[in-house]
């Protein structure tokens, strides 16, 4: 069974600092999707970033960036500039290429933004 | 974008009743829906899988008599908790995806409270 691990439960970051959180995950598939999930405090679940696993360039959002090490099953979330906004828990998430196959959260992690 | 409407944003209920969380897809034919329960400060968990016309795929431990899901059709999908009880106090949330489709589109939550 897939898992996905995110060791960090709360994270801080000074404004228009940069953060990384981290993210590791187990699977015996080769094709898949890593996405970040990010839930502010009115608790509506927003995509930040996703990334498809045959594909060797990081995402980037605006932002946000990842690091994908396929071969170490790591996917970390680079915050650049963080702004108050960024504050909430990041959730990281895996699902198989199968169409409508379910996703697999990692416990979260909470960041906060400090002014 | 893709939205999913869900309702109520609140609910709170006597003990012994019943009470329905609608979840509709407003732009797009949401071929598989997915509910999850979520407490404060922890992960989503997966309460089960629905997928249109088709009888929903409930988690290990989740008790389909006690959460009743129906899909029938390919824009909504609801969640029934049956002769709820304090312990069913928590917030769920549902999303959607279409066939083929990446990336999967969250409801807005419901706050259920049992008393």
């Known amino acids: 069974a897939q898992t996905v691990t995110q060791s960090q439960p709360e994270m801080s970051v000074q404004e228009a600092e940069t953060v990384t959180l981290s993210c590791t995950y187990d699977?015996?598939?080769?094709?898949?999707?890593l996405f970040w999930y990010k839930q502010p405090p009115s608790r509506q679940m927003i995509l930040v970033i996703r990334q498809e696993a045959y594909k060797q360039q990081n995402a980037t959002e605006n932002r946000f960036s990842v690091n994908f090490q396929k071969a170490a099953k790591s996917f970390s979330l680079k915050i650049s500039d963080s702004q108050l906004g960024d504050a909430a828990m990041y959730f990281c998430?895996?699902?198989?290429?199968?169409?409508?196959?379910?996703?697999?959260f990692g416990e979260g992690t909470q960041l906060t933004v400090n002014p | 974008g893709a939205v999913v409407s869900q309702h109520p944003s609140r609910v709170i209920c006597k003990s012994g009743t019943s009470v329905k969380i609608e979840c509709r897809s407003l732009?797009?034919?949401?071929?598989?829906m997915f509910w999850y329960r979520q407490f404060p400060k922890q992960s989503l968990m997966l309460m089960a899988t629905?997928?249109?016309?088709?009888?929903?795929?409930?988690e290990q431990g989740v008790e389909k008599d006690k959460f009743l899901i129906n899909h029938a059709s390919l824009t909504l999908s609801t969640l029934t908790v049956t002769s709820a009880h304090p312990e069913d106090s928590s917030f769920y949330i549902c999303s959607a995806t279409a066939q083929g489709a990446f990336g999967y589109t969250f409801g807005s939550g419901t706050r259920l409270t049992v008393v």
């Open positions: 699977t015996s598939e080769s094709d898949y999707y």
């Open positions: 998430a895996y699902r198989r290429k199968t169409s409508g196959s379910r996703l697999t």
């Open positions: 732009d797009f034919q949401a071929t598989t």
């Open positions: 629905s997928n249109e016309g088709s009888k929903a795929t409930y």
